[in-house]
Each structure stands twice: as structure tokens, then as C-alpha cells.
């Protein structure tokens, strides 16, 4: 049994290893932790500013829906709605890109982009699906992150090239921001706003013009407004000027330039224009030397207004700035001085005498018989105008003139003396008896129906005719008698005394007819029987 023996083994130290070894399954947190380190740093690295922008209302603004956008490119998103502590606004708090950080300065503007439909077009129609969106325009500045929003949209949303203007007007009429500008028919530019000037004299509108149209506009450019329709009658018939469709439902303003004018004449940028009211203005030249005359009227000026025109035979002169009545309290005349300018740069001078300035000159021609007249321009309209004229046999009436302005005689309207005489004759006619002279009338009428009754009696009875027709003949001279009586009573000239004198003619001469009839049947009585004989 003890056969078997065991092998002795050898027996040795182990080795005990004391370093820890970082298990596996940690690897897998730390992994996820490096991650979000990352993804926090990435994330807060490319977060854009935090900006507010306040707004009327929040009509269309959404939380985490509405987009901030520049050239319909997303630039940031609304976060955060408040009612303002005002109470009559709302803070509108928005995310933006980091990249729209440069475009956060102090003049950058925003606005909400809805639809809207106007005259000029259709705008922010795509915000029909997609909803409404904030729109923004850059402009340089120093940096910014509270805004106030627009009410409305800049009439330029982007950084178009061109030139602003001032152009100077008294008459607004329909135009405002949006106002299109036409060149030769070609939309170039708007009206981007309007004041009042600070002598509350005139309105100066701004208005841009886009390149390249804008190097058009130059020293002699002139802007009218544009209606869309103008139509003129002239010598050769009627003309019709039209506008584009969009002039004639809201207005607009052309410009054009002068032929004289070349491409270096071109001005800086806010040079003031003067607005015509319409093409015709426009086309005028205009002087800037004048002369300003005072004119007394003692009749009507109604139809007469200011910027009327001063024509001297048919070709203007001048035109008519203002106008007052006077009334003499001693006299009691009523008087009307109208001040003229007059642009003696209108006038080509022949002849023209040495060292005689333009008031001399005038003096010369009131000497000579030059005389103003109000004349009637338009029978539809009444309108009148100052006319100008020589009159050599018409006196210089003068007036107590306190205007500070040289005088200019006037002669009253050729038409105006035809209705004085008229009304002259008229006061005499009204004073003549004429109830008396119709009585009178009247009476001798009645005598002549008689008369003719009597008469016919006397040629149809062949009895008793010749003492008929003595007491006929008897009456008609008691008629004739009386009328003229009557005649003496009528003024000599007069129409009624004509024709009652042609009348007593004809009776004289009925009344020797009678008389001869009468003659022949007292010697021929047969006659009545067999008929007047043939000699």
C-alpha cells in the first residue's frame, strides 16, 4: 500500500500585484460626459444675443414660431412675449444667430411683415401660410439689444443704390411714403416721407431716386405732379396726355431734363427741387428778376385769383400775388388794389434808350397809354385775368397809395361801359309815364276800332252811305286829333313814338281813301249798281 509515493513538489512565493486597474465599464460615462462638455460648449459658443424689441401690439407674433429674417434669410426666433410695464405695449424678447451680432446697432430697424394690399401692390403675401415673421434692417451704428419696433414697414427695406432729394410744394394733394416717381414713363424711385417746413409756407417731401436714374436728375431737372391724365386744348384741337394707370388712382410725380443740361450738371444728394402742379407749369421758364406794380379796380374782381396771369397782348408777363379791397369812409368808393409781379426779362426791348431803368421804362409806356383791364379768360368758369393794352385817349386816374409799390393805371372793362349805358338807358325808360301813355294807348286804339268798324259798315250798306262816311271822316280826325295829342306827349326818338306815327300815316291815308270813295258815290251813285265805268 505503501508503494506509492507522492513526488515531493516545490513550493515558491507568489507574487501579490498591489496596482488597481481602472475597470471597463467606466469608460462608457466618461465617454457621454466628454460629449456633453462638448455639445454645452459647442452650444453656448454659438448662441447669438439675446435681444427685446417693443411692439404696439403682438397681432401675428407667436413663442418659438415667428422668425426673425433679413432677405428672407432666418436670423434669429422669438422667445418671449410680455406685456410691458406700461401697459399699452408688449416686449417681444428674441434669440438671434451669432452671426446677425454685427447687425445690432443702434439704428437697425424692425418691423412685422403681414399682408398687405395697397395701390402700389401686394406685400408679405407668403405670410398668408407661413405665418407673420420680423423683419430687420441693418444699419451701421454702435452696438444695441433693446429696439423699438416700427409701426409700419421703411419705405427702402434694403440698402438701395440712388440719391435722396427735397422737392418744395403748397399742394400735397394725394401723394405720400410709397408715392412712385416716373421718368419718360418709368417707375425710378418713391416718396419715402413729407413735413412741414419751418415756416409753415410749404411742404418739402423726400423722395429717392434709384440708380442709375438718379444721375438724370441735374441743375435744370423739373418735377411736376403727375395726375395721370392731362388733357388741353390748344390751336390744333384737343390733347390727351396720359400716366401711368397707378398715377391716376393715387397720384404721382415725373421729373424730366432739360436739353441744356449735360451729364457733368449733375447735383449732391438732398438737392431742394421746386414741385410744378402739372406738366404745363413745368415747361415755363422761370425769372428771377421781377418788378411788382400795384393796379386800383373799382369793379368786380370776382373770378380773379392769386397766380393769375398779366398778359400784354395775349403773351404773359407776369401774374397776380395778391389782393385787397379799400373803402373810403369820406367818399365811400370802394376800391381794389391788386398787386402784380411783373418779369420784365419777358420783354425784348427795342430801341432801348440809355440810363432808363425798368420803372422809367414803365412810366414811359403809362405815358404813352398803356393801361390794365380785367378780361374774362374762360366763359365756363369765369375765371379773370389781367390784361394789358395802350389806350391813348384814357386819363390816368390816381389813387392814395400806401402799398409801397409804383402805380399802374387801369381802364375799366370795355363790357363793363356797355352795361353801365344799358343800365342808363333803362333809369330813363323807368322814368317815363308809361301808365299814362298806355291809358292814352288805349284810348286811341278803341277810336281806331270804331273807326274801322264804322268804315266797313259804310262800304257793305249802300244806304246812307255819304252821311256815314262824313261822320266816319268826322271820327277818324277827332281820332287822328287825339292821337297826336298823344304824340307830343312821347319823347322824341323813342320807339312808341315811331310807331304811332307810322300808325296815324296809315290812318290819313285810310281816312282819304274814305273821303275820295265818298266823292265819287255822291257824283256816280249808279255805280254802286252797274260798277265803276271804263274811261
Not at 408715392?179 to 419715402?192: D, R
Not at 404721382?252 to 402739372?278: H, M, Y
Not at 307810322?502 to 249808279?526: C, F, G, I, R
Request: net charge negative; with cysteine.
Amino acid at each position: 500500500m505503501n508503494d506509492f509515493i507522492e513526488p515531493p513538489y516545490e513550493t515558491a512565493d507568489a507574487a501579490i500585484n498591489k496596482k488597481r486597474e481602472l475597470p471597463l465599464i467606466w469608460l462608457l460615462p466618461l465617454c457621454a460626459l466628454l460629449v456633453s462638455a462638448w455639445l454645452i460648449y459647442k452650444t453656448v459658443s454659438e448662441k447669438g444675443p439675446e435681444i427685446t424689441i417693443n411692439f404696439p401690439s403682438a397681432d401675428g407674433l407667436e413663442i418659438d414660431k415667428t422668425k426673425i429674417k433679413y432677405l428672407d434669410v432666418e436670423i434669429g426666433k422669438v422667445t418671449d412675449i410680455a406685456i410691458n410695464k406700461d401697459m399699452k405695449t408688449i416686449d417681444v424678447t428674441a434669440e438671434m444667430h451669432k452671426e446677425s451680432s454685427g447687425y445690432l446697432t443702434k439704428n437697425t430697424q424692425f418691423w412685422v411683415v403681414r399682408p398687405q394690399i395697397g395701390l402700389s401692390g401686394v406685400t408679405g403675401l407668403g405670410t398668408l401660410m407661413s405665418g407673420a415673421y420680423i423683419a430687420i434692417k441693418p444699419e451701421k451704428g454702435k452696438k444695441e439689444r433693446h429696439f423699438k419696433g416700427l409701426d409700419t414697414p421703411p419705405i427702402l427695406e434694403t440698402d438701395a443704390q440712388g440719391k435722396r432729394f427735397i422737392l418744395e410744394t403748397t399742394n400735397l394733394g394725394s401723394m405720400g411714403p410709397g408715392t412712385q416717381i416716373s421718368f419718360h414713363g418709368i417707375n425710378v424711385g418713391e416718396v419715402l416721407n413729407y413735413e412741414l417746413a419751418n415756416n409753415a409756407d410749404n411742404i418739402k417731401l423726400t423722395v429717392f431716386v434709384n440708380a442709375p436714374y438718379d444721375q438724370f436728375v441735374r441743375t435744370n431737372t423739373r418735377f411736376w405732379i403727375d395726375s395721370g391724365i392731362d388733357l388741353s386744348a390748344g390751336a390744333d384741337g384737343f390733347k390727351l396726355r396720359t400716366g401711368p394707370l397707378i398715377s391716376l388712382l393715387a397720384g404721382g410725380i415725373a421729373f424730366r431734363t432739360s436739353p441744356d443740361d449735360k451729364a457733368a450738371d449733375t447735383v449732391p444728394e438732398n438737392t431742394p427741387f421746386q414741385l410744378f402742379d402739372d406738366y404745363d407749369q413745368s415747361t415755363q421758364v422761370i425769372y428771377h428778376r421781377t418788378i411788382k406794380v400795384v393796379m386800383f379796380f373799382g369793379e368786380s374782381v370776382r373770378g380773379l385769383t392769386i397766380g393769375a396771369p398779366v398778359l400784354l397782348r395775349g403773351i404773359p408777363v407776369g401774374k397776380v400775388t395778391d389782393f385787397d379791397l379799400e373803402i373810403d369812409a369820406k367818399t365811400a368808393e370802394i376800391h381794389i388794389p391788386v398787386v402784380v409781379e411783373v418779369e420784365p426779362d419777358r420783354i425784348k426791348i427795342i430801341n432801348k434808350q440809355a440810363n432808363m431803368t425798368a420803372k422809367e421804362n414803365i412810366a414811359h409806356l403809362i405815358a404813352k397809354g398803356l393801361r390794365a383791364q380785367l378780361q374774362t379768360g374762360s366763359l365756363l368758369t369765369g375765371q379773370l385775368f389781367v390784361a394789358l393794352d395802350l389806350f391813348p385817349e384814357s386819363k390816368v386816374v390816381t389813387h392814395k397809395n400806401d402799398t409801397g409799390y409804383q402805380e399802374f393805371p387801369t381802364t375799366p372793362n370795355s363790357m363793363n361801359q356797355i352795361i353801365n349805358s344799358a343800365q342808363a338807358v333803362m333809369d330813363k325808360i323807368s322814368k317815363l309815364p308809361l301808365e299814362t301813355m298806355t291809358t292814352e294807348i288805349n284810348k286811341t286804339l278803341e277810336s281806331l276800332q270804331s273807326t274801322s268798324k264804322a268804315a266797313t259798315k259804310t262800304l257793305v250798306t249802300a244806304n246812307g252811305t255819304l252821311s256815314t262816311a262824313d261822320k266816319t271822316l268826322s271820327s277818324a280826325d277827332k281820332t287822328i286829333s287825339s292821337a297826336q295829342q298823344v304824340l307830343t306827349t312821347l319823347e322824341p326818338g323813342s320807339t312808341t313814338q315811331y310807331e304811332l306815327n307810322q300808325l296815324l300815316q296809315e290812318l290819313t291815308q285810310t281816312a282819304s281813301s274814305v273821303k275820295q270813295l265818298a266823292d265819287y258815290l255822291e257824283e256816280h251813285p249808279e255805280s254802286l249798281i252797274r260798277g265803276k265805268t271804263e274811261k
